[in-house]
């Protein structure tokens, strides 16, 4: 009797760690599919963040030239979203090192539309596109200059600030 209960209690051991094994397994195999899966999903390149600045960036320009303070501060987290994407997902790129050397001209022009100080708006923006070339010199970027725009990117919207704002 003592042999068959010891038997038996053996059988249910192994089986649970047999069952165990083949969890552990498939759970492995979930995580690795899983993994690739992330892997080869879409996340964007420098290039369609550098792209955004650059819109928000003329854009920007227009909103403060009129004193749309509400589509300036728009525009200015615009900015900054895409510099937070640059964080997170361009580690890999030497450029996401020195991004941060952005972040304080940012603050200044951030402060001034908080203001509504069209002259600080003009001064910090001047400071950004210098400091963009800067970074740009720094990455080895220097054929690509920035500058004030002159026209805006959109013929489609308006940068004047609605009545009544």
Known sequence: MKQLLFCSI???VFSS???SSITDRTLQQRVDSLEAKIADSYKPGFGEFMSSIQVHHAKLW??????????????????KESIDG?????????ES???????????S?????????????KSGFVLLTATCNSCH???????????????PPFSNQLFKKPEGQ
């Open 10 to 12: 053996t059988i249910v």
């Open 17 to 19: 760690c047999n069952q």
């Open 62 to 79: 227009f909103a403060g030239q009129n004193e749309n303070w509400k589509l300036a501060d728009f525009e200015i987290n615009e900015i």
């Open 86 to 94: 640059i964080k997170q997902y361009c580690t890999d790129r030497p």
């Open 97 to 107: 090192k020195v991004i941060g050397m952005i972040d304080n001209p940012i603050d």
């Open 109 to 121: 022009l951030d402060a001034a539309i908080q203001q509504k100080n069209a002259l600080l708006f």
């Open 137 to 151: 010199r720094e990455t080895n970027h220097e054929f690509n200059v920035i500058k004030i725009p002159d026209t």
